[in-house]
């Protein structure tokens, strides 16, 4: 357990430097600044040998520890122990999800892949496994990659105020679309909302804690990534909220009943829009379609596609936005837009 001295902020500077001088200041971990019931303070963070007491202050243990980004890179850290060759072949970054680090491996470093997640794991004390990524496969997109280090693969990784618990060998969590998911927590208020493609409530989850629709219903055909999904709805404490289904979207979804459709799936999504659209009230809504595409046809392929189909349907198209959410792989993008359909 990590240990604390919580303490009113104006006692902070005096704290920092008693700990310092005391030589029992963690260094690994950041100074932050606490809002609870009774009050704001900040949390020193030290180490054990702090003793139970400083300056009157007890110390205590500390939930959810924020460390420091490590000092030194990866590359750093094992020069000593690989080739110059090797080091050359080093990846220069990692993902990290709850306590759980992620890094790929290329193939010339196979022989010394335990080397490098020992180090890993040095560098990040937050992490208690490190697994080895080989990319993604198969219809549900599922993560293949290997324990290295550690004690287990099922985390609980917090953002933005939501607890995501998963396994990381069996479902996907792309960090590249953070600023999607923080925006897609503002939209919906008192709307229903139906998220075609749920996973383990990677849109449906921030949207019912920030946002409290009326009601999301969330589809998710991956029966791993569904147990997840109501593990999450239950974490999160928005039971009230979201309606979990099992199942295929393009059957599952319902008729006419939503004011707002997420379609937060890349690959084949365009197969998915008649049944996307019929889904929505017949006023009309709002459809977030995601799709991936090469870079050239980026702001007109996604827009044609839902035009095509909405006018099949008898309905029109107003695009409100196409925004880049990241370079999915070389020369193609992964675009989201925003079209309201009427």
Request: aromatic content about 6%; glycine content about 8%; proline content about 6%.
């Amino acid at each position: 357990m990590y240990r604390t001295i919580r303490i009113p902020p104006e006692k902070g500077e005096e704290i920092r430097e008693k700990a310092i001088s005391g030589k029992f200041l963690d260094t690994k971990r950041k100074i932050r600044r606490i809002v609870i019931e009774e009050g704001t303070f900040l949390e020193i963070p030290v180490t054990r040998t702090a003793g139970e007491t400083v300056e009157g202050f007890p110390v205590i243990d500390q939930k959810s520890p924020e460390f420091l980004k490590p000092s030194v890179s990866l590359k750093e850290c094992l020069k000593t122990s690989l080739s110059e060759s090797e080091i050359a072949h080093i990846p220069s970054g990692w993902q990290i999800l709850g306590d759980i680090a992620i890094v790929s491996i290329p193939d010339a470093l196979d022989e010394k892949k335990l080397l490098i997640a020992e180090a890993l794991l040095s560098m990040c004390p937050k992490c208690r496994s490190v697994v080895r990524d080989f990319g993604i496969e198969g219809q549900f997109r599922q993560p293949k990659r290997e324990l290295l280090i550690g004690s287990g693969t099922e985390t609980v990784h917090k953002e933005h105020g939501c607890f995501f618990k998963q396994d990381v060998t069996k479902v996907m969590y792309s960090k590249g679309n953070l600023e999607e998911r923080k925006r897609m927590s503002k939209l919906g208020q008192g709307e229903t909302v139906v998220d075609m493609f749920a996973g383990i409530g990677y849109f449906s989850i921030p949207m019912a804690v920030h946002a409290h629709p009326e009601k999301i219903i969330s589809i998710e055909i991956n029966p791993e990534s569904f147990a997840y999904l109501k593990e999450n709805i239950r974490l999160n404490h928005v039971e009230d909220i979201i309606t979990p289904i099992l199942g295929d979207c393009s059957q599952a979804a319902p008729e006419g009943e939503a004011d707002r459709v997420i379609m937060g799936y890349v690959g084949t999504t365009h197969h998915y829009l008649e049944p996307a659209i019929k889904t929505l009230k017949k006023r009309g809504g709002i459809l977030h379609y995601h799709e991936t595409v090469p870079e050239n046809l980026a702001w007109t392929r996604p827009e044609e596609r839902i035009k095509k189909t909405a006018g099949c349907l008898g309905k029109k198209v107003e695009v409100l936005a196409i925004r880049r959410i990241k370079k999915y792989s070389p020369g193609v993008l992964h675009v989201v837009v925003d079209a309201r359909i009427f």
